[in-house]
């Protein structure tokens, strides 16, 4: 009798999951996992990615034994290991959700895709989230995305009669096999649906009531964001049933003080939204993870390389504390808040003007949740080169006086910091001599001067970028791109106006 292979993607969950769903109902399911040689030697991805996988993966395996089946893994490169697959036990139909991954996913599920054609296999794929395959207009997009999220979740299977792969599985290989250098951050969030369930019960519950006014400072972030990103991005949760949790919580929040967690779960759920508004940047336009939305940026700051400037930015060595211990502590916990993620990118793309591929591949593999279609459109929005958004550029000083005014964050990232007297902990580069002495912190020994002059650098960098933009063919190419990816919801409230002191003001509108 035939059977249905389930590929289990990033989607390791059992609930709502269209695929299983479907093939549990048809008979026989084979589910599933290749795991990839190729992708694991891929620039974007490290040994956290795999060790969270792991751990999801193990998960899935004990919840489809509870339902009668056996997780299948097999290495190997996918479109191979489904033609052995079918030349030993022949099948008909592959299902699976539908993945906008990075370039070389997309080029694997084209090759499944003509294996698939020319085997006579039918490959069935559905909707991951609220992102539209072959999406004709931006126009519905908003509408289609609410239709998911409202459309009923679907039940776990209650039962699978499971299939096994024709030959023996073999062991789990350690990520080094791979190529993986052992870099995991010691304090990284650990994988697995039961894992994300915790986490999402828990925001519910308690940590949204700090959501509103908690979540920009790197001190507060950590327990005020969900922290739901990296079980998003490996699908142990949907966001369907994300989506809808927040809903009824929100709900059942009746209480007059209840006001503020409220409002708190209204912008998390609008976060959720501009989840797959971002990754539908990709899903349309898949070469904006290799080169810019906007062509007319094109060779701004590709040829003026510095690889000192990187290595600093890499090593947390730039001089700037905030900027410094942003990095201590991806690289203790392979996260950061959005604000400081944002603030690393703008230092990175105005004051040392390094372009934003490279930074983008050594973040991608710092961050725990990298998830490609919000990663690359984010790290172009903040590098300036979607031609469409407003740019901004976070000056670190100006963010260490808003979100950590009494270094609390610096100095537990940034151990030399802590004999900084407190007058000098914003620009401790400016230390006189003498009180260098006394505090026993010499810039340039024990904590580094800055790479180059903040004000000097950003400023010069910002006319650049606008003489750019000022361009009338780069103005005239921009309605294109807002045609194609602009988001067509309005914004509530207008922004604040712009700040005076170019030198202080956190963000920058052009
Ligand atoms: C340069 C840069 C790179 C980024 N790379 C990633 C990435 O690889 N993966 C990733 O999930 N997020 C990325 N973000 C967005 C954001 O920083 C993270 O989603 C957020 O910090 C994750 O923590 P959280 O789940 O607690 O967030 P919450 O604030 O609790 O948000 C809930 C969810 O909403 C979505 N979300 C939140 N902010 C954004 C945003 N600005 N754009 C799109 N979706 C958002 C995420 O799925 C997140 O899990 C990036 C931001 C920047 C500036």
Redesign the pocket.
Known sequence: MSYTVVWFKRDLRLADHAPLAHAARQGPVLCLYVLEPSLWAQPDYALQHYLFLQESLRDLARALRHRGAELQLAIGEAPEVLARLHAAAPFHTLVSHEETGNGHTFERDKAVARWCVASGVVWREWPQHGVVRRLATRNVWHARWQAHMEAPLLPEPTHIEGRLLPWPTGRWPAGGAFGLADDAPPLRQHGGRNEGLLVLQAFLDERSRQ?RGG?SSPLGAPTA?????PY??LGCLSMREVVQATRARIGALQGPEDGRQCQGLAA?LS??H??C??IQKLESEPELEFRNLHRGYDGLREAEWNEAHFAALRAGRTGWPMVDACVAMLRETG????RM??M??SVAAYPLWLHWRPVGLW??RQ?I????G??WS??QM?AGTTGINTTRVYNPVKQACDHDPQGRFVRHWLPAMRRVPDAWLFEPWRMPADVQARCGVRVGENIPAPVVDLESATRAAKARVHALRARAEVREAKAAIVEKHGSRLRRAAPRKPAARNPARQQELDF
Do not use: T
């Open positions: 959501y979540i964001c969900s922290r739901l990103s998003l991005a998390f976060r959720l501009w989840h508004h971002f996260w950061l808040n959005f993620r944002a690393l990118v973040l991608a961050f949740d990298y998830e490609p919000i990663h984010q790290m903040q």
